[in-house]
Nanobody, 111 residues
Framework: VQLVESGGGLVQPGGSLKLSCTVSGFTFDDSDMAWYRQAPGKALEWVSGIDSGGSVTNYADSMKGRFTISRDNAKNTLYLQLNSLTTEDTAMYFC??????WGQGTQVTVS
């Protein structure tokens, strides 16, 4: 099983990034998926979740209206569009599958 995140980087406040998570080794289109993040010195935080078909999405309150989760089951890829970024969004972002599979993370730095 592999989950590989990409798309992180350094961005100015107010900017945008689109994160990707490409998976292999399990049936992606049968799996709900989620994004988490962990800022330096802080606990792991759930960001957003999406059902297997991509029709049901949920967000943490502080991300609603700024972040958009989506997926392309044909490409085995999960996405997270980050808009209106603030310095508080600086963190390592991880994709995860509910049975316990995690990626290695991609760093987002807003400065």
């Amino acid at each position: 099983v592999q989950l590989v995140e990409s798309g992180g980087g350094l961005v100015q406040p107010g900017g945008s990034l689109k994160l990707s998570c490409t998976v292999s080794g399990f049936t992606f289109d049968d799996s709900d998926m989620a994004w988490y993040r962990q800022a330096p010195g802080k606990a792991l935080e759930w960001v957003s979740g999406i059902d297997s078909g991509g029709s049901v999405t949920n967000y943490a309150d502080s991300m609603k209206g700024r972040f958009t989760i989506s997926r392309d089951n044909a490409k085995n890829t999960l996405y997270l569009q980050l808009n209106s970024l603030t310095t508080e969004d600086t963190a390592m972002y991880f994709c995860a599958q509910p049975t316990g599979y995690w990626g290695q993370g991609t760093q987002v730095t807003v400065s």
